[in-house]
């Protein structure tokens, strides 16, 4: 499977997030849109930071349209957009759920 | 709620909805649509939205509905049509009074007049192109810049490079990138390219989607309008962005156009930027070059090539433009 330049998973619809992830020339680079950015802005950015490191992506623009959306969908969003980047279906549910540990 | 797509050709009725809703909305029911979906409530159509290629238009929601962010569905529904038809990038046209709507849907805002916002999402996206634009500026006093569609790349454009190289010590020459000319994007840029290839303070650069972008017009928020009043709006739309998005990552200081005596909508164009630059950047309108007393033009040109003229083709175009002709007639 080739790499995609860019890759979206999730929605606008309430309580969901949607996750786009873009090329970056250097590092992670979150820019977060959300209702509750004053209050959990930190928090969601350093989640999606977390989880793209533990799937070893390093250079990429994350553009985050967050509505309302919980720690666990703001996590599976992320994980599907970077598998649709890399072009890979076969999710390592393992490794994923060994995150919970 | 159900999205579901509207066949407006096979289902009159549906058809009629559809118009209405438009109409309550301030819209104009456009024929210039791909693909429309919509949301019922029972019997009533509540929500809609359409796509024309890539551009995201005519979306409407029912005063009675506008609190159950259908906007969010319908537009997700549009887009992940438009990602499965294999477009990596969306656009949309709005009122500057809704943009916020869109940009709260994950748009990014390219550029807005009064009366007009043009939003983007996907990728490449303008962040990208300007990436692209960084990388080949030149360090410069005075920048200069020309936007051509060069079909094909005449000696009055070379005339119009040298002029502004008078007074620029860098030009940039931005090509036209929509693919809806005689000669293709790739010929055009070759043409323009080996065309000014002696000219070493010229940078020849793509406009991608960002610049006379000749897409749909986007008239469908513009009602009651007379055609030039819309090709006015969209004027202006085209001279915000490059004054804001592009003159100042090039460090453009000067734009320089030809002057068109027999069409109003490019007089119309370089009006507007005329207004729009006010001040902020200098625009230098230049007489045509003339050949034989008659304006040197790339319409004549190809009417030139459609004759047969080869004389005449050959004094009007540069030897590296004819040479690309001849190459492109001698294949079909």
Request: net charge neutral.
């Amino acid at each position: 499977m080739t790499n995609k330049q860019s890759a979206t998973a999730g929605t606008t619809e309430s309580s969901d997030i949607m996750i786009t992830l873009k090329p970056n020339q250097q590092g992670i680079q979150v820019e977060l849109e959300s209702n509750v950015k004053k209050q959990f802005g930190e928090h969601i950015t350093a989640l999606i930071t977390d989880i793209l490191q533990r799937l070893a992506i390093t250079n990429v623009k994350v553009e985050a349209v967050d509505k309302g959306a919980l720690d666990c969908t703001i996590k599976a969003r992320t994980i599907a957009a970077a598998y649709r980047l890399r072009g890979e279906s076969d999710y390592e549910w393992e490794a994923i759920n060994s995150w919970n540990d | 709620m159900r999205v579901q797509r509207l066949w407006l050709e096979l289902n009159p009725s549906a058809k009629a909805a559809w118009q209405t809703l438009l109409r309550q909305s301030g819209l104009v029911p456009d024929a210039q649509v791909d693909y429309v979906v919509g949301i019922y409530e029972q019997e009533y159509l509540i929500a809609t939205g359409s796509t024309y290629q890539n551009i995201i238009k005519l979306v409407a929601v029912a005063d009675t509905a506008q609190h159950q962010n259908l906007l969010a569905t319908i537009t997700t529904a549009l887009w992940e049509r438009l990602t499965s038809t294999g477009y990596e990038q969306a656009y949309v046209y709005t009122k500057p009074c809704t943009a916020t709507y869109f940009q709260a849907l994950g748009f990014k805002n390219i550029a807005t007049t009064a009366h007009v916002a043009l939003l983007e999402r996907g990728y490449p996206d303008l962040a990208a192109y300007q990436e692209k634009l960084r990388q080949k500026k030149q360090p410069s006093h005075q920048a200069g810049a020309v936007v051509m569609n060069a079909n094909p790349f005449t000696n009055g454009h070379r005339y119009l490079v040298q002029t502004a190289l008078k007074s620029c010590d860098v030009v940039y020459v931005l090509v036209v990138s929509e693919d809806r000319s005689t000669f293709d994007t790739a010929t055009r840029l070759a043409m323009v390219q080996q065309g000014l290839a002696d000219e070493s303070r010229v940078v020849v650069l793509p406009t991608d989607h960002y610049l006379v972008a000749n897409t749909t017009f986007p008239s469908y928020f513009l009602k009651d309008q007379a055609d030039l009043a819309v090709a006015a709006e969209q004027a202006r739309l085209d001279a915000q962005l490059f004054l804001t998005r592009i003159a100042p990552v090039l460090a453009i200081k000067q734009r320089f156009v030809g002057e068109e005596p027999n069409s109003p909508v490019t007089a119309l164009y370089n009006q507007q930027m005329a207004a729009t630059f006010a001040g902020r950047l200098q625009l230098t309108v230049l007489p045509r070059l003339r050949v034989d007393s008659r304006v040197v033009s790339a319409t004549t040109v190809r009417q030139a090539i459609r004759a047969g003229d080869w004389p005449r083709v050959r004094a009007l175009v540069p030897p590296t433009t004819e040479q690309i002709i001849r190459s492109v007639y001698h294949d079909k």
